[in-house]
C-alpha cells in the first residue's frame, strides 16, 4: 500500500508531461484537390454543340414546279378522279385548259371526220409533227401529206370505234389536255400569245 502512494504521484507527472498539438494542427490537412471557378471561355458552350445546331440536309428536295402542258407522258383516269366527280367535261375544261368550245369543236370535226373516212379533214386536225401508232410501235408523222398517205395504218377498224363511241361528257381531262378512251387520243392547245388569251387546239397523239 505505502508503494502505491509513491508511485501514483510519479505516473500522474507522466501523464502531465505529454506535448499538446498546437491549435492550427489540430485538424489534419485535406487531401482533396482545391476546388476552381470556371473562367468564362471555360464556361461557354463548345461551337456545333448547341441543342438547335441542325445538320444541313443533303436529301435532294422534290422538284414541286408543274410539268409542262402538253408533254407525251401519259395520266390515268385516276389521277384525276376528282376532276371528274365535278361535273362534265366542258365544266372540267374550263377549269383546267380554258374555253371548252376549241376542244368540243375539234372533237366533233374528229369524230365527223373519221365516221365519213374524209383523210383530209382528219389530216387537218393534228399538230405536227403528230404522235401515232403504227403497228404497235409509236413514232411522229411530220405532215399532213404523209399522215393521209398513212391514214389507214393510223385510223384502224377499232380507233375509228373507239372515237365514234366516244361521248364528248365523258372524256378525261387533265392539265395536259383531253383524252379519248384509254389516251388513244390526245388533244390539247398551245398559247398563241404571252398571256394566253388564244390557244391553237389540235390531236397530238393519235393512235391504239
Known amino acids: 500500500m505505502r508503494l502505491i502512494k509513491i508511485l501514483l504521484p ?5 501523464a502531465c508531461s505529454q506535448p499538446t498539438p498546437p491549435a492550427n494542427e489540430a485538424a489534419a490537412p485535406s487531401t482533396s484537390p482545391p476546388t476552381t471557378t ?38 390515268t383516269p385516276a389521277a384525276d ?10 365544266e372540267r375544261i374550263t377549269k383546267l385548259l380554258g374555253d371548252a368550245a376549241p376542244y368540243e369543236s375539234v372533237f366533233n370535226e374528229l369524230q365527223h371526220g373519221v ?12 399538230r405536227y409533227p403528230v ?29 375509228a370505234k373507239l372515237i365514234a363511241e366516244q361521248k364528248f361528257d365523258t372524256l378525261f381531262v387533265n392539265w395536259q389536255g383531253v383524252m379519248l378512251g384509254q389516251g388513244e387520243v390526245w388533244i390539247n392547245g398551245t398559247c398563241l400569245d404571252k398571256e394566253c388569251t388564244k390557244s391553237d387546239v389540235k390531236v397530238n397523239n393519235i393512235g391504239q
Request: no cysteine.
Open 115 to 126: 365516221a365519213a373516212g374524209d383523210r383530209a379533214a382528219v389530216a387537218g386536225l393534228m
Open 131 to 159: 404522235r401515232v401508232t403504227i403497228g404497235g410501235k409509236n413514232q411522229k408523222v411530220a405532215d399532213a401529206a404523209a399522215f393521209q398517205r398513212d391514214y389507214d395504218k393510223i385510223v384502224t377498224p377499232a380507233l
Open 10 to 14: 510519479t505516473l500522474m507527472l507522466a
Open 81 to 90: 378522279a376528282s376532276a371528274e366527280a365535278e361535273g362534265g367535261a366542258r
Open 38 to 75: 470556371p473562367t468564362a471561355a471555360e464556361d461557354a458552350p463548345q461551337a456545333g454543340l448547341s441543342p438547335d445546331a441542325v445538320e444541313p440536309s443533303t436529301a435532294a428536295t422534290p422538284d414541286t414546279a408543274p410539268p409542262v402542258a402538253g408533254t407525251d407522258s401519259a395520266a
